[in-house]
T-cell receptor
Framework: KQEVTQIPAALSVPEGENLVLNCSFT??????LQWFRQDPGKGLTSLLLIQSSQREQTSGRLNASLDKSSGRSTLYIAASQPGDSATYLC??????????????FGQGTTLQVKP | EAGVAQSPRYKIIEKRQSVAFWCNPI?????LYWYQQILGQGPKLLIQFQNNGVVDDSQLPKDRFSAERLKGVDSTLKIQPAKLEDSAVYLC????????????FGPGTRLTVL
């Protein structure tokens, strides 16, 4: 059974710091991995999607890496801003016959960036 | 392009009452998902539809939860009777088709059971 774990559960940093959020998964047979952002009272916004054949994806100040064999992904946020404060979730989709589209989520990391 | 719509946004009920949530997916999206997100946890899939057929409902508590997507477009999720542990955000998502395409999420319905 695939399990997704995110560490740390919460993180507080001063504005301007570079930071790394971690995601690990127990079954390396994944189709892709996705990072989402969730603001309080809102739905999920997709940040980056990494296919299983890719090593990383970048969007602006965000960079996500994937090491499928070790079951790990990191989300790197450069020069953090107060507007980055939110909960960040990673999710995996299984590959092959188990790929029904279902996403399996970690519990999230709640980030607070202080001005 | 309009996103996934959900209503109501908030609902407060007493335990043992019933409640229904509504979702309208992005136009043309064949696949629709309902996720349950308990406070402090990641979303968990409850049920997945492909058009009006059920693909996966393995984690749906069928003794109290039901869902339908009669015409392959809108969907309703019902809880009857509600329990305290059903307090959560219920997220609806849709994708163009199963297995390949990215999912887009609605704003969710926050349910509080007292």
């Amino acid at each position: 059974k695939q399990e997704v774990t995110q560490i740390p559960a919460a993180l507080s940093v001063p504005e301007g710091e570079n930071l790394v959020l971690n995601c690990s998964f127990t079954d390396s047979a994944i189709y892709n991995l996705q990072w989402f952002r969730q603001d309080p009272g809102k739905g999920l916004t997709s940040l980056l999607l990494i296919q299983s054949s890719q090593r990383e994806q970048t969007s602006g100040r965000l960079n996500a890496s994937l090491d499928k064999s070790s079951g790990r992904s990191t989300l790197y946020i450069a020069a953090s801003q107060p507007g980055d404060s939110a909960t960040y979730l990673c999710a995996v989709r299984l590959e092959g016959r188990r790929n029904t589209g279902k996403l399996i989520f970690g519990q999230g990391t709640t980030l607070q960036v202080k001005p | 392009e309009a996103g996934v719509a959900q209503s109501p946004r908030y609902k407060i009920i007493e335990k043992r009452q019933s409640v229904a949530f509504w979702c309208n997916p992005i136009s043309g999206h064949a696949t629709l998902y309902w996720y349950q997100q308990i406070l402090g946890q990641g979303p968990k899939l409850l049920i997945q539809f492909q058009n009006n057929g059920v693909v996966d409902d393995s984690q749906l508590p069928k003794d109290r939860f039901s869902a339908e997507r009669l015409k392959g477009v809108d969907s309703t999720l019902k809880i009857q009777p509600a329990k305290l542990e059903d307090s959560a955000v219920y997220l609806c998502a849709s994708s163009y088709r199963t297995g390949v395409n990215e999912q887009f999420f609605g704003p969710g319905t926050r349910l509080t059971v007292l």
